[in-house]
């Protein structure tokens, strides 16, 4: 049974920092690339960012030098380190691999 459970979600400043996870199932983090989706309020679900099992990484043009992608293979995690974090990024993360995806983990930037 595949799972993905993100954490890490939470209430920070304009300016600030938080840093996702996603646990994975081994069959599923083993043999494909790994990706972070996000769905604001009213508007539809986008890419932020994606990395291979060879570590090649890709990001959404809003979050480049802002966000860094990684992965740990020893633990079957993904990780989405967000720094000088912005209101527009306020929305319902997501850990997606092939078809799967987790119940999301919310975000808010706000003063």
């Known amino acids: 049974q595949v799972q993905l459970e993100e954490s890490g979600g939470g209430l920070v400043q304009p300016g600030g920092s938080l840093r996702l996870s996603c646990a994975a199932s081994?069959?599923?983090?083993?043999?494909?690339?790994m990706a972070w989706y996000r769905q604001a309020p009213g508007k539809q679900r986008d890419l932020v960012a994606v990395?291979?099992?060879?570590?090649?990484?890709n990001y959404a043009d809003s979050v480049k030098g802002r966000f860094t992608i990684s992965r740990d293979n020893a633990k079957n995690t993904v990780y989405l380190q967000m720094d000088s974090l912005k209101p527009e990024d306020t929305a319902v993360y997501f850990c997606?691999?092939?078809?799967?995806w987790g119940k999301g983990t919310l975000v808010t930037v706000s003063s």
């Open positions: 081994r069959s599923i983090f083993s043999m494909h690339a």
């Open positions: 990395i291979t099992t060879g570590g090649y990484t």
């Open positions: 997606n691999a092939v078809h799967f």
